[in-house]
């Protein structure tokens, strides 16, 4: 009898071992930290279409505190096409990831802040938006699959 409750106590547990989520390693804080810094190159020299291809097809967009929120890589590309016609050349994107918390062995959370800055860097900070984000390791690399940007109150571009 005893032997038969201990059986039945230690398969639940046993269970929960299988499909417990395996983590993110090591090397891949380092290349979501990568994929970031090739974001803002990106978005610094705005190009829409290589944006768009940094989230997944089915990627959440959304600017907390405004009325953006895009659904899909197509409406990323589309919004980023417009986004970009109307900014100065000079404005650059600066993203700085606080914590990579691993979620399961192909995804991970995010959360940081993304500065844009007027000139190549060195210029004044004209809006910083705290960010939070998951992101799914794809055939093609770490993509983003959720991302909500908080606009502060003086946000300019």
Not at 42 to 50: F, H, K, P, V
Request: neutral net charge; glycine residues 6%.
């Amino acid at each position: 009898m005893v032997l038969s409750v201990m059986v039945l106590l230690a398969a639940p547990v046993g269970l929960l071992a299988d499909v417990r989520p395996a983590s993110t390693g090591p090397s891949d804080s380092v290349a979501i930290h990568a994929f970031w810094s090739a974001l803002d190159s990106i978005w610094s020299t705005r190009d829409a279409d290589a944006f768009a291809q940094l989230f997944t097809e089915d990627a959440s967009f959304d600017f907390i505190g405004r009325p953006t929120s895009l659904a899909t890589r197509d409406s990323i590309r589309a919004y980023f096409v417009s986004q970009f016609s109307r900014q100065r050349p000079e404005l650059r994107h600066r993203t700085t990831l606080r914590r990579v918390f691993p979620l399961a062995a192909d995804m991970a959370a995010i959360d940081g802040e993304v500065a844009i800055v007027d000139g190549a860097g060195a210029g004044p900070i004209i809006a910083r938006l705290p960010i939070t984000g998951v992101m799914a390791r794809t055939s093609a690399g770490w993509r983003i699959r959720l991302l909500r940007a908080y606009a502060a109150a003086s946000d300019g571009p």
